[in-house]
């Protein structure tokens, strides 16, 4: 698809690009396109062929200024010729405009702009981006507003890119990715990290609608109101492909509902790594796992798995916890750090510790990159491809399938279990089909205080993350409990239609699950159930499908997390970037 890059700095803009475009031809192209600001001066060269040709047949790299954009195109709409590579130009060439998308409505506009006397050069649909946006600029002289009546003619899908004789780049998008890429000596603007992650790992997302404006020292950015808008900073530390929300809202629901691939895709380990995690815990007298937040969840389960599969005992300890315990942990031990990012600050200082010690670090990670990664005797990969929301989701499924799978290498056989490729059967399927009776919920109770997630055995943990995700994407105080301890105390709290939602698959726990339901039900409690099986308790029943027991702890989340989602919805809060939080904590 097409690539776009934006570059404006105190570096000659054109090499920049040149290198930039390089990066990005994975994405496929045929034709490529700089131009340049030089003075007062718009340079363009473009033609058909591979970066490397063009270059050396046009000296891209040669263009003088300072602030720059270029393209290589995937041809939609027009034939592969050197008049339809971006970037195009409006008829006075004050403006120069690179697009990525398709503008549906393209031949209305540009048979209204010919009437009116525009003289188009290419049969793009892009480029009656550059003529709305000069007889724009006749009516207005600031670039914010020109942009925004510019989209309002605009039908179908759009980043696009522009230069104004004036020195500045503006961008907007609907449907396809921009990012900013923010470095020391100067922005940038692409359709993909790959185009400045050489330079700057720092980026900001833009959401639809976004509209930024870069000149040498700002970057500012604005809604379709005009109003200054502010997006978080991101630290990219990944080898990124796939970061566009697609078809869906936000990041959050979409990579919840990618589950349906990443969950089977996290057990497909290369047997070679796996083999090697294997007999790193097989050599150790000693097991640690660290994690922090959803990670330390996934520790959590691991106790229980370890010792009900392999019949191995470990200790767990949250990661910001760990300088403050006397563990015995020596060269005998083993110390399973697990971390989404692999940069979480409270990890790594953990793994230093460990490392101190002389014990041996096996790291769960979803970037192969990242300094854990780097720290450790080996990395396994969860393999579930970036998490742009804020909230982990599929990451911690994706923790959790590469846990199973090495716990089940250390089985004796007996207690091994099928980890085929198959063995969730449609159930992921059937879980991910339909949200809106997850949706209905999430309206009933999006008013309520508190809400109690309630689980036995290895259902605990999969509470304490359930309410975790209910805290950060809702702001609703949440609280998991293992469901025996709700007589210990926090029985006291339940009051008529106090929301508790109940982890009750049929398994061993599921009675004693039930009788806890019966004691909260009978003081006025609302149930949540979730289960393959119904029950009168249950006020609403969200329906598991049958699996393996082993299996219910990865698929029971799942609904929660939705839930989750709609609360935030419904609550006004945005579920990518959840208030006060980033995707990386990479502060003690
Ligand atoms: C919760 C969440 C955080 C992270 C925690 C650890 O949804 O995202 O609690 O799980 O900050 O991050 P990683 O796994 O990157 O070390």
Redesign the pocket.
Known sequence: MCSIIGYIGKCMAASVIVESLKKMEYRGYDSVGIATLERDRILLRKDVGKVMDVDSSLQLNNMPGQIGIGHTRWATHGGITKLNAHPHTDCTNNVVVVHNGIIDNYQQLKDTLIKQGHIFKSQTDSEVIAHLIETYLKKFDDVKKVIIETCKQLCGSYAFVAIFKSGLIAGTRLDEPLIIGMGNDGNFISSDVLGFLEYTDKAIFLDNHDIVILDHQHVNLFDFNGNSVSRPITQVAWELGDIDKGKYAHYTIKEIHQQKNSIPMAFQIDPISLQKAVDLVSSSKNIFIT?????YHSALLAKYLFYKSAKIRTEIIMSSEFEYMSAPIDENSVLIA???????AD?LNSVKIAKEHKAKILSIVNISTSSLARLSDHYVSINCGPEMG???TK?FTAQLATLYSIINNLCVNERSVDMSINMFGNALNEILIDDSYLEKIAEDIKSVQDIYILGKSFHYPIALEGS??IK?LAYIHAEGIAAGEIKHGPLAMIELNTIVIVLNPEDETYYDTLHSIHEMKSRGAKIIGISNKNNDMYDYFIKLPLVNKILYPIIEIIPIQILSYYLALKKDANPDYPRNLA???TVK
């Open positions: 994690g922090s937040g959803t990670s697990i971390s989404q990012s692999g940069e979480t990890v804020v909230a982990a990451s975790l995700k950060e995707k990386s904590v």
